[in-house]
T-cell receptor, first 110, second 116 residues
């Protein structure tokens, strides 16, 4: 079993829908990252969080350390949000190294 | 600001050939990483560096070598390329001090390598 599990693996939505992507992990962590990988392959860091909630534009990331779970929400989704969303955790014992989930492929149709 | 620059973007190698993937960053980040991404799999760490002159193995280091002679550059060397090394390679950097990240991770645009 992977230490970082994302769900769903694939998600198709209509423009304007509210989207939630989930990340569960099985190890103690000190930080969690959400990344976005564009269709062209480039990877961009969206959020880095260790507690609570962060918001940037239409994106919201939450984390519950006790439940070992994080969610990424996209409000008023748009076709340009179509990408792979990747969850990665920094384990308490791994220094700066990250363990990555396999990603969630999001497609938003107009 | 260029960020993290990787070259080349694409490369085809024959089995047994060698090559170097170049990575340079202009953000004065102390930490640099090389990852590989195989289809349907999460990113796997090959090697990383915590500063000039210091490198360490990640999860999948076999068949690769790195060096970090300057803060800016972190080349990845493939010796005796094998089909199992067909993948997309990403270089990344971050600034890390006092046990916490002080910057997000910055990724290069990737190198798509095929070994035939």
């Amino acid at each position: 079993k992977n230490e970082v599990e994302q769900s769903p693996q694939n998600l198709t939505a209509q423009e304007g829908e509210f989207i939630t992507i989930n990340c569960s992990y099985s190890v103690g962590i000190s930080a969690l990252h959400w990344l976005q990988q564009h269709p062209g392959g480039g990877i961009v860091s969206l959020f880095m969080l260790s507690s609570g909630k962060k918001k940037h534009g239409r994106l919201i990331a939450t984390i519950n350390i006790q439940e070992k779970h994080s969610s990424l929400h996209i409000t008023a989704s748009h076709p340009r949000d179509s990408a792979v969303y990747i969850c990665a955790v920094k384990r308490e014992t791994s220094g700066s190294r990250l363990t990555f989930g396999e990603g969630t492929q999001l497609t938003v149709n107009p | 600001n260029a960020g993290v620059t990787q070259t080349p973007k694409f490369r085809i190698l024959k089995i047994g050939q060698s090559m170097t993937l170049q990575c340079t960053q202009d953000m004065n980040h102390n930490y640099m990483y090389w990852y590989r991404q195989d289809p349907g799999m999460g990113l796997k760490l090959i090697y990383y560096s915590v500063g000039a002159g210091i490198t360490d193995k990640g999860e999948v280091p076999n068949g690769y070598n790195v060096s970090r002679s300057t803060t800016e550059d972190f080349p990845l060397r493939l010796e005796l390329a094998a089909p199992s090394q067909t993948s997309v390679y990403f270089c990344a950097s971050s600034y890390w001090e006092g046990g916490i990240y002080n910057s997000p991770l910055h990724f290069g645009n990737g190198t798509r390598l095929t070994v035939t």
